[in-house]
C-alpha cells in the first residue's frame, strides 16, 4: 500500500484501521487507495476513522435478524389504539378545545414551549437540490415552507402574549431548533441568514446537525460514492434523539427552562407549528410523549398507523399490515386501525433526558434506495432502480419507552398536506400543497363570515393569507363578516385585510 505524507495517522495505524474493515468485510473501501492522490487518501482515512464499522457490523446483522422477524411476525399482536390514550378535536366541544388552548398558550406564554423542526432532507425528488425547506411551492408570495412556518412562530408568539400574567413579553418566545443533514447544513443556516431569519431573532434559532450512516449495497457493504469517498446518508429521523444530545439542544432546552416541545417534519406545508390545542392536550394528559394524527382515508391509504403491537405503542406502517387488519371496521363502521402516522410530536423535555438509558435498543430499518456508486472498475454508476440501502432509525420507535403516551387526532383538511412527490405527481406533490393551503386561507375568511370571490378551483387561485394575520382562523371575524375579497389578493397585514374588504 501506497502511503501519503498528508495522512493523519502513520503507516502502522493505518496498517490497523485496514485490519479493522477487513475484519467487519468491508476491506473493499481501500481497493482503489494506491490510486489515490495524498490529499484523497487523507479524506478518506479521515472518513473512515469516524465510522465505528464494527458498530455498523451489528446494526447489519440486527436489522437482518429484526427484518425477517417481523415478516415471519406479521399482524401478530397488532391492536387498535386504547380509548384512554386516543382524543380528536374532531369529536371535542367547543368548550374542551379552549381549554386545551388556554393551556398550550399559557405554557408559551411562561417560555416553556420550543419547536423542534425536522428538516434534514433535500429536495432531490422535487427536483432540486436544496434543502426541502427552502422550497417554494408556487404560492402567489413565492414564499418557502421554512418561511411559512417562521411566520406561525411569530403569530403564535403574539397570540401568546395576551396571556402572561406579569406582561413580560421577552417571555413569549418559542425558540426554534432546526435538525439538519451534512448535505443541508450550510444550505439551510445561508437560507435563513439571506432571508434575516424571517423576522425571527436570531438568538432563538439555532441549527444541529443529525448523525449519518454509509450507504450499503444490498449485501450490507459499504459503498463508495468516489474511490476517495464513503456515501453516507442521514440516519433517519429517529436520529433527532441522539443529535439533541450529542449536539447540545438538551442542555439548551434546559438553559432556557423549556419544559415541552412540539417536534414535527418540515415538509408539511399545513403543519400547526406550536400548535397550542396540540401542546395543551398533552400537557392536560400528562404526556411524556405524544403524537398527532389524522384520520386514514381508505384501508389502501399508504400510511402507518399508530397502534398497540405487542402490547406496546407503536407504528405499523401500511406495507406490514395484512388486507384483513387494514379493512377491519369498529361498531360504527370506522376503520379499526384508523390513527395515521404524520410524523408531529410532543415530547416532555424529561422524557428526552432519558433517551440515552433506551436508545442502543431502538431498531434500524432498510430503505432501499436509488443510490450512485463506483463499481469495481471504478465508474459511477447512476442507477435507475434500488441499488442499496440506508439504515435508518424512525422518530416514532421511542413511542413504547414512554411512561405517559398519548395521541390526538386532527383535521387532515386543515393540519396535514406532505409534500414528498415531483412536480405533476397529483399527490403529496408541489401542487396539492399549494392547493391545500390556499383553500385552507379560503375556509378562514369564510368561517369568520367573510367570502372570497373567485372562478374555478383552488389550483390556480390567486389568494393567500399570511400566517402573520391569523395562525389558524382566529382575530378576522371583527374585519370580515359580511364583507367580500376580490381575487387576485396576496394579505400580508391587517391592513392589507381591512384595505381589499368592502
Known amino acids: 500500500m501506497t502511503i501519503s505524507s498528508h495522512l493523519p495517522i502513520n503507516e502502522t495505524e493505518l496498517l490497523a484501521l485496514k485490519e479493522r474493515y477487513e475484519s467487519a468485510g468491508q476491506g473493499h473501501v481501500f481497493r482503489f487507495f494506491d490510486e489515490l492522490e495524498g490529499e484523497q487518501q487523507a479524506q478518506l482515512v479521515t472518513q473512515l476513522l469516524e465510522i465505528n464499522v464494527e458498530h455498523l457490523k451489528e446494526i447489519c446483522e440486527k436489522v437482518t435478524e429484526s427484518a425477517q422477524a417481523a415478516s415471519a411476525n406479521k399482524d401478530a399482536a397488532v391492536e387498535p389504539l386504547p380509548e384512554s390514550v386516543f382524543a380528536s378535536v374532531l369529536k371535542a366541544d367547543a368548550e374542551q378545545l379552549k381549554a386545551w388552548e388556554t393551556i398550550g398558550l399559557t405554557n408559551i406564554a411562561q417560555g416553556k414551549v420550543a419547536v423542534i423542526l425536522m428538516a434534514g432532507g433535500q429536495g432531490s425528488r422535487l427536483g432540486s437540490s436544496d434543502p426541502k425547506g427552502c422550497y417554494n411551492i408556487n404560492l402567489p408570495s413565492k414564499k418557502s415552507l421554512f418561511q411559512l412556518q417562521a411566520e406561525r412562530i411569530l403569530r403564535l408568539q403574539d397570540i401568546a402574549r395576551k396571556y402572561s400574567e406579569d406582561d413580560q413579553t421577552s417571555k413569549c418566545i418559542i425558540p426554534w431548533y432546526i435538525m439538519t443533514s451534512g448535505p443541508t447544513n450550510g444550505p439551510t443556516i445561508d437560507f435563513f441568514e439571506k432571508n434575516k431569519y424571517f423576522g425571527l431573532d436570531k438568538k432563538n434559532v439555532m441549527f444541529f446537525e443529525q448523525g449519518t450512516l454509509p450507504c450499503l449495497t444490498m449485501d450490507g457493504k459499504i459503498m463508495l460514492e468516489a474511490k476517495h469517498k464513503v456515501g453516507v446518508a442521514p440516519d433517519g429521523n429517529g436520529g433527532i434523539y441522539g443529535a439533541v444530545h450529542s449536539k447540545g439542544v438538551i442542555s439548551s432546552l434546559k438553559e432556557r427552562g423549556i419544559l415541552y416541545s412540539h417536534c414535527y417534519c418540515v415538509d408539511n406545508c399545513l403543519a400547526r407549528v406550536a400548535d397550542p390545542v396540540f401542546v395543551g392536550y398533552s400537557i392536560d394528559k400528562k404526556t411524556d410523549c405524544g403524537v398527532k394524527v389524522v384520520r386514514k382515508a381508505d384501508p389502501k391509504e399508504p400510511v402507518g398507523v399508530v397502534c398497540l403491537r405487542d402490547g406496546k405503542y407503536g407504528v405499523v406502517e401500511y406495507s406490514e399490515i395484512s388486507q384483513e387488519l387494514s379493512e377491519k371496521r369498529q361498531d360504527d363502521g370506522s376503520l379499526a386501525f384508523c390513527a395515521a402516522n404524520i410524523a408531529n410530536h410532543f415530547f416532555s423535555t424529561e422524557f428526552l433526558e432519558r433517551v440515552p438509558d433506551f436508545v442502543s435498543q431502538l431498531e434500524y430499518h432498510i430503505a432501499k434506495k436509488k443510490i450512485k456508486y463506483i463499481d469495481d472498475n471504478g465508474e459511477l454508476v447512476e442507477p435507475k432502480t434500488n441499488s442499496g440501502m440506508k439504515l435508518e432509525r424512525f422518530v416514532f420507535d421511542v ?104
Request: with cysteine.
Open 399 to 502: 413511542f413504547s419507552f414512554a411512561q405517559a403516551f398519548s395521541v390526538l387526532e386532527v383535521d387532515r383538511l386543515d393540519e396535514f398536506s406532505p409534500l414528498k412527490n415531483a412536480p405533476g405527481s397529483a399527490s403529496d406533490c408541489p401542487e396539492t400543497s399549494r392547493r391545500d393551503i390556499i383553500a385552507q386561507h379560503v375556509r378562514f375568511i369564510e368561517n369568520a363570515g367573510g367570502k372570497v370571490e373567485y372562478d374555478g378551483g383552488f389550483e390556480e387561485l390567486d389568494f393567500e393569507l399570511s400566517p402573520l394575520v391569523s395562525y389558524s382562523g382566529e382575530g378576522l371575524e371583527e374585519i370580515i363578516k359580511g364583507k367580500t375579497i376580490k381575487t387576485p389578493a396576496i394579505i400580508e397585514t391587517r391592513e392589507d385585510l381591512i384595505r381589499l374588504a368592502f
